[in-house]
């Protein structure tokens, strides 16, 4: 890897999120010089970010070399580190909509939808094989190159990379970084005075160890949690935790769609836990927009009408990441990455969520210890689950995807998993088209 010229490529160059890392990338002074490449199928809103991140180095003064193409050789052609942001949604979240919709339709109701449950399979099928041509071009102009991805389904997108190409990826969330501020504020500790210990599947891991300054602060955040008020995205958490004495980390609406306690409402209206359907919330926000009529945040910023705040570090911390994986020292973080005994009782090739050591040549997962049976038990359901969207994406298998589906903790029987995967699969067209069954459609059971 070059020490003192080196090369970033953004991955779906025209996310806003990008924003965020060059304001990071540009708080790192070892990184000056670098070459910075926003890479993108879309040049319109690539041009926006473009000129935001230009917006950032004048403000910040930073010595970054900022450029943009939609040509794949150009991007990647000698890159030390890829930074990813792309999704499947679709224009304005229709495609992702379409897939709640149809679960409504059968008695589910999606509270996020892009990790799990039939919306989550749907987006893995369809994001999967776009991250391997991907992975398959850093092969070829890159291959020594480390790959920070940031789209979900997390898990499943880093194992099929890891088991099918010589990339080194790996996975950011900043579900756990939110969950240690909320411990913070419930124990009424500084967060960064925690030391936190968490495993387990991405957006549904676990909370094994919590110390401050070495004192054992887990029974006393239990404690607090489950004598105090609910508070909103917890408490689901809090009913799990009084029930398996163990606090989940990933929030309600992204860690209940993980059981079949999901399954509790079947109407999109009045919804447990303060929820708020995914297929409502899309459509409202679409119905805003439209009423509104005005430029976006992002249009606004892109013509200098909208001020850019100072960059400051984000919970994913992309700056810091390469800086350490760059330069050294190395930090300690929470990555998705590749089990390798971190945790005994789950798969040594298991992509999970951990703590881990980042440095020179990517991350290596902290001792974690194995996951009490109770947190097992749905760990190593999903784990598998995952695996079996990983081979159906990868192969474009129709056997394993309805085998996917019927292992997900959504799904109450078996007569509800063909006729609903047939669904989703006529709901995105051409999107899944490889996954529609051949011959005439089986009849659809109806509502559970």
């Not at 350490?324 to 190395?330: D, H, K, V, W």
Request: net charge positive; charged share 25%.
């Amino acid at each position: 890897m070059t020490a003192m010229r080196g090369k970033i490529v953004l991955i779906g160059g025209g996310s806003p999120y990008f924003e965020t890392v060059i304001g990071e990338l540009a708080l790192q002074p070892e990184l000056a010089g670098w070459s910075v490449v926003l890479y993108d199928v879309n040049p319109k809103s690539m041009r926006l970010i473009r000129r935001i991140g230009g917006r950032i180095l004048e403000m910040t003064g930073a010595k970054l070399k900022l450029s943009m193409t939609t040509d794949t050789a150009r991007a990647f052609d000698g890159a030390d580190f890829a930074i990813s942001s792309i999704g499947v949604h679709g224009p304005d979240a229709r495609w992702h909509m379409r897939d709640c919709e149809v679960c409504v339709d059968f008695g589910i109701v999606h509270t996020t939808g892009d990790t799990t449950g039939p919306a989550g399979l749907s987006q893995g099928l369809r994001i999967i094989p776009i991250y391997m041509k991907i992975a398959r071009a850093m092969e070829k102009h890159c291959p020594d190159a480390i790959l920070l991805q940031h789209s979900n389904p997390m898990n499943p997108i880093c194992r099929a990379i890891t088991k099918h190409t010589r990339i080194n990826v790996l996975g950011y969330c900043h579900a756990v970084k939110q969950d240690i501020d909320w411990m913070g504020e419930v124990l009424g500790i500084d967060r960064d005075e925690l030391d936190v210990t968490i495993a387990g599947p991405n957006h549904m891991c676990w909370l094994l160890d919590v110390r401050h300054k070495g004192r054992d602060v887990y029974p006393e955040l239990k404690r607090r949690i489950l004598r105090g008020k609910p508070q909103d995205r917890h408490t689901f958490i809090r009913e799990a935790l009084g029930l398996l004495d163990l606090v989940a980390i990933g929030a309600d609406r992204h860690a209940i769609e993980f059981f079949p306690h999901a399954r509790c409402c079947t109407d999109e209206k009045n919804l447990p836990y303060n929820f708020v359907g995914r297929a409502i919330s899309i459509r409202e926000g679409r119905v805003a927009r439209a009423r509104r009529g005005e430029p976006t945040e992002v249009q606004l910023k892109a013509a200098g009408r909208r001020k850019i705040p100072r960059p400051r570090r984000s919970p994913e911390a992309m700056g810091a990441q390469i800086r350490a994986m760059a330069f050294g020292p190395p930090i300690i973080h929470y990555v998705n990455t590749t089990n390798r005994g971190a945790v005994p009782n789950l798969p040594d090739w298991a992509n999970i969520e951990c703590k881990a050591i980042v440095g020179s040549g990517g991350a290596r997962p902290a001792f974690a210890g194995e996951l009490p049976p109770q947190a097992a038990r749905w760990s190593m359901a999903q784990v598998q689950a995952q695996e079996l969207m990983v081979e159906a994406a990868v192969e474009g298998c129709r056997r394993k995807a309805l085998m996917a589906l019927a292992c997900d903790p959504m799904m109450l029987n078996f007569d509800e998993v063909e006729p609903l995967f047939d669904a989703i699969v006529a709901a995105q067209g051409p999107r899944l088209a490889r996954f529609r069954k051949k011959g005439p459609s089986p009849r659809r059971k109806g509502r559970n």
